[in-house]
Nanobody, 128 residues
Framework: QVQLVESGGGLVQAGGSLRLSCAASGRTFSMSPMAWFRQAPGKEREFVAAINWSGSNTYYADSVKGRFTISRDNAKNTVYLQMNSLKPEDTAVYYC?????????????????????WGQGTQVTVSS
């Protein structure tokens, strides 16, 4: 059974930083693309960042490019999201996701339907 457990969320002032972690189990993690999505109250879930199986390719939403960094440690079965220069509009529940089949197109990394397992989410709140 695949499990994803996020941690690292919390309350931070605008301009601050947080690092989210997602610990994975139950799948050959080192072969799986991983991603972070977020959902703010009253809004649809949106793509934040993704990383391929080796970590050699990363993808970001325009809204976080230059501020967020996704990375992974396959030895620890963990993916990270370093979030810097946080803004109030970054406030959301952040979800980690994993894809079973390989992803062959850049666009597929940003699609929620590409991912078959999701974590329970971690709340990030940025105060102004």
């Amino acid at each position: 059974q695949v499990q994803l457990v996020e941690s690292g969320g919390g309350l931070v002032q605008a301009g601050g930083s947080l690092r989210l972690s997602c610990a994975a189990s139950g799948r050959t993690f080192s072969m799986s693309p991983m991603a972070w999505f977020r959902q703010a109250p009253g809004k649809e879930r949106e793509f934040v960042a993704a990383i391929n199986w080796s970590g050699s390719n990363t993808y970001y939403a325009d809204s976080v490019k230059g501020r967020f960094t996704i990375s992974r440690d396959n030895a620890k079965n963990t993916v990270y999201l370093q979030m810097n220069s946080l803004k109030p509009e970054d406030t959301a529940v952040y979800y980690c996701a994993t894809a079973g089949p390989p992803l062959y197109s850049v666009s597929s990394y940003s699609m929620a339907r590409s991912y078959d397992y999701w974590g329970q989410g971690t709340q990030v709140t940025v105060s102004s």
